[in-house]
């Protein structure tokens, strides 16, 4: 047991910049902050010894990188000699060098004072960058400022050095550079006075699964080195010095959350089935091949919705068939062979694009939008097709359309792909002959014809949020009448539990893709709809995935079977609360 | 001279590690290559002006190479955007 100071402790709140408990012990870095001088220098003389000064201050700063890159002994990962390479090319770079030698020559300034405002300049323009990997080169910029003004005052900065195991680092802030020459084996924990939710700190501390409290203001100076300290990165809290009981408490909570951590890791390998052997189908609702290989690092098995409108935002015009076969291969090669559901562009409504000038509606959700755009722009449709059809040639997509509200748009969406193939027949081009085809059920006309439907597509997907939406007639845009949008009004679960049934019947798989899937509070009884396919945010995956393993299909049965015969959603979810 | 766009494919844009890349590339030919994004227009001869643009994913950037081997630079650069962005 460690021996707990006689010391008052206190609480600091800050930002719960990266989640878990940890308990350990400080170790207090401050930094010397240099601060301009505003002397002018008087002749031409003093202007070049300046200059000189500078200029020998940068090249040391260098050999400095280079010497901690190449020091073996660091064991660097790609990922920290690049973090060191980018350091270098921002020392030797030509804006940095003529603005600072501008500030001396003309402003008549020394080395320190024209760096400090030089870089402080770009710091700023980063920081306003409202794009988390954009503002964290503000913390580069002022990383490789403060190795040159350490280097002018030739002060020698060995402050991370000899660190016990379970320290807990209490800093200002700490630098890309010192992130990768502490020893981190040793640090289980950070306290920062400075940063937030998207600062570099939060970055590195999440990617080193290190709980850390950011922002936590000047309060942490009162903190010494060997102070026992918690810090809880999931509330946003450091406890200094706590008393027995406190600590007790958190000692506790901390097995609790490396346990519950452990467990929903340890799940990703376990197969996906109720406790009486139901397999379950948990996949991940996707927008590139980025979000396809971090839900597999989840344990999807696959993407239930790959939302292709990522690629058509964020530019002038539309996407060219060979620039959308790019993108969708990327994510088809990622995806390790398992199966990706694409589903054509839902545009329109709330989801407009600047270029394709849609004319402003009344009710833009009850407008031009999603699969009646691609039926009226028959282009622009064939060549999303085919840029698709193409990346199907790896034999692991299927193809889905949003927004069906009749079985006329379903044929002719159908008869247009049979087009594209036609197309693609022509060309010659390789691609899946048999994909199969499936639609959203996201509108209450599709659910009440789900049996008519299910005789013509591969496969269901049920879209809950415009589903509620449009069943119960509330925007789900609009504050006022936010507690009206209620997924758990039996009218919605109705719908959903009479797709389900007339997939089973017929015999095609049906999943679900819309916010309700990843609702723990609705697991068992989807589960009991008979719904086998779910798909949400990869980071829902272990958390649902556990109830459904620990989950029964027979209870599940029950469940749905109260709950269908309940009628208003306040019991439903009263009931849903009580037993779960 | 020899002008494109491109289209920033990488989620996270053209930050830290991407710009090096990038640089590293250019400084191997004579041409002068400069970035523009939108109304601002900066060499690519320099990290800080690189990140002062704010590329993010999803941009359109244009390239402007000028010089005696504009034709070899404008093909790396090509294949930076095309293929190797994507893996930064």
């Given at each position: 047991m460690k021996k707990i100071k006689e010391k008052t402790g206190f609480e600091i709140s800050g930002v719960a910049a990266s989640p878990g408990i940890a308990i350990g012990s400080a170790y207090v870095v401050r930094k010397n902050e240099i601060i301009s001088s505003g002397t002018k220098l008087k002749n031409e003389s003093e202007v070049l010894n300046e200059i000189e000064k500078f200029k020998k201050a940068v090249q040391a700063s260098v050999d400095d990188v280079e010497a901690v890159k190449n020091?073996?002994?660091?064991?660097?990962n790609d990922d920290e000699v690049n973090v060191l390479e980018a350091h270098i090319e921002l020392l030797t770079d030509p804006q940095l060098h003529e603005d600072v030698l501008q500030k001396i020559n003309?402003?008549?300034?020394n080395a320190v004072d024209a760096v400090i405002e030089v870089v402080d300049k770009f710091v700023e323009v980063f920081k306003s960058m409202s794009d988390e990997y954009m503002s964290a080169s503000a913390a580069d910029v002022k990383d490789i400022g403060n190795r040159i003004l350490g280097s002018l005052n030739h002060s020698i900065d060995n402050?991370?050095?000899n660190f016990q195991s379970n320290t807990i680092i209490i800093a200002e802030d700490i630098s890309p550079s010192e992130a990768i020459t502490i020893?981190?084996?040793?640090?289980?924990a950070f306290a920062t006075s400075v940063g937030g939710k998207t600062s570099h700190t939060a970055i590195l501390a999440k990617s080193k699964n290190l709980p850390a409290v950011l922002?936590?203001?000047?309060?942490?100076?009162k903190i010494e080195n060997g102070d026992v300290i918690i810090v809880d990165g999931t509330k946003g809290v450091v406890i200094v010095n706590p008393g027995e009981k406190c600590l007790e408490e958190y000692s506790a909570k901390m097995r609790e959350y490396q346990q519950g951590n452990e467990f929903l890791r340890s799940l990703k390998s376990v197969s996906c089935q109720?406790?009486?052997g139901v397999k379950i189908t948990l996949r991940a609702n996707i927008s590139s091949a980025e979000d396809m290989l971090e839900s597999l690092k989840h344990?999807?098995?696959?993407?239930g919705l790959f939302r292709t409108e990522l690629l058509f935002m964020n530019r002038n015009s539309f996407p060219s068939e060979e620039e959308q076969f790019q993108f969708y291969s990327k994510v088809a090669l990622k995806s390790k062979g398992k199966p990706v559901i694409v589903r054509t562009i839902d545009i329109g409504g709330d989801k407009p694009l600047g270029y394709f000038n849609l004319p402003k509606e009344e009710n833009p959700f009850l407008g031009y939008r999603a699969i009646r755009i691609s039926l009226d722009r028959k282009d622009l449709f064939v060549t999303q097709l085919k840029a698709i059809l193409r990346a199907s040639a790896m034999r692991n997509f299927r193809i889905m359309f949003p927004m069906i509200s009749s079985l006329q748009e379903l044929r002719l969406a159908r008869k247009i792909l049979e087009e594209a193939k036609q197309e693609l027949r022509k060309a010659n081009l390789d691609f899946d002959e048999n994909i199969p085809v499936g639609m959203m059920i996201e509108v209450p006309s599709a659910a009440l014809m789900a049996d008519i439907f299910a005789k013509e597509v591969d496969f269901f997907s049920i879209g809950t949020n415009d589903l509620c939406q449009y069943t119960l007639a509330v925007?789900?845009?609009n504050e006022k009448i936010k507690?009206?949008?209620?997924?758990?009004?039996p009218a919605v679960l109705r719908l959903i539990s009479y797709t389900i049934e007339q997939a089973n019947k017929y015999n095609i798989s049906v999943g679900m893709c819309g916010e309700l899937a990843s609702d723990p509070m609705a697991t068992r009884l989807l589960l009991g709809m008979g719904l086998t396919e779910f798909s949400m945010s990869a980071t829902s995956i272990p958390s649902i995935k556990n109830l459904i393993v620990n989950n029964s299909y027979e209870e599940a049965r029950e469940v749905c079977g109260k709950v269908m015969a309940m009628d208003n959603s306040k019991s439903i979810i009263d009931y849903l609360k009580r037993n779960a | 001279m020899i002008s494109k766009n491109y289209i920033?494919?990488?989620?996270?844009?053209?930050?830290a590690r991407p710009a090096t890349t990038l640089i590293r590339l250019t400084k191997k030919y004579k041409s002068v290559v400069s970035l523009k994004k939108g109304e601002n227009l900066v060499r690519l001869n320099s990290m800080l002006n690189i990140l002062t643009?704010?590329?993010?994913?999803g941009d359109t950037i244009t390239v402007i190479i000028e010089g005696e081997d504009e034709a070899h630079a404008a093909q790396a650069i090509d294949n930076f955007f095309i293929e190797e962005l994507k893996k930064l």
């Open positions: 020091n073996e002994a660091l064991k660097l003309a402003d008549k300034k402050g991370w050095q020893d981190m084996t040793l640090v289980i922002g936590c203001g000047n309060t942490v100076d109720t406790s009486d344990g999807a098995e696959g993407a925007d789900r845009g507690d009206l949008y209620d997924p758990y009004n | 920033i494919t990488a989620p996270e844009g053209i930050h643009i704010g590329a993010k994913g």
